[in-house]
């Protein structure tokens, strides 16, 4: 239900924008936001985004690098990244928060649905 698309194989410093389709019948949204997963390593925080889009978080590898942004009506939100770095290969999965108490946005086991993944590789 949900769809990532936009990884790719990118130089250093480049900019690269991560799409996340929602469908299926998912009725309610708290949040939906991105981790990460490089190889050898645990899933890793990256940004969430309320679906109000009134607060946005950053991890701090990219805080600064990155924007989340979401659009209600089509349902997609969007991750770009700019000034990329090597250290920023990884698979990017988007996730999605159903409404609940006591969430914490940085945390995958509070999200309810995935994507399967894009993989993002960055060549120094």
């Known amino acids: 239900q949900l769809q990532a698309s936009g990884g790719g194989l990118v130089q250093a410093g480049s900019s690269l924008r991560l799409s996340c389709d929602v469908s299926?019948?998912?009725?309610?949204?708290?949040?939906t936001g991105w981790f990460r997963q490089a190889p050898g390593k645990e899933r890793e925080f990256v940004a969430a985004v309320s679906w109000s889009a009134t607060s946005t978080y950053y991890g701090d590898s990219v805080k600064g690098r990155c924007t989340i942004s979401r659009d209600s009506a089509k349902r997609t939100m969007t991750l770009q990244m700019n000034s990329l770095k090597p250290e920023d290969t990884a698979v990017y999965y988007c996730?999605?928060?159903?409404?609940?108490?006591?969430?914490?946005?940085?945390?995958?086991?509070?999200?309810?649905?995935w994507g399967q993944g894009t993989l993002v590789t960055v060549s120094s």
């Open positions: 299926g019948r998912i009725l309610s949204i708290q949040a």
């Open positions: 996730a999605l928060m159903r409404p609940k108490f006591r969430t914490v946005l940085s945390r995958d086991r509070d999200y309810d649905y």
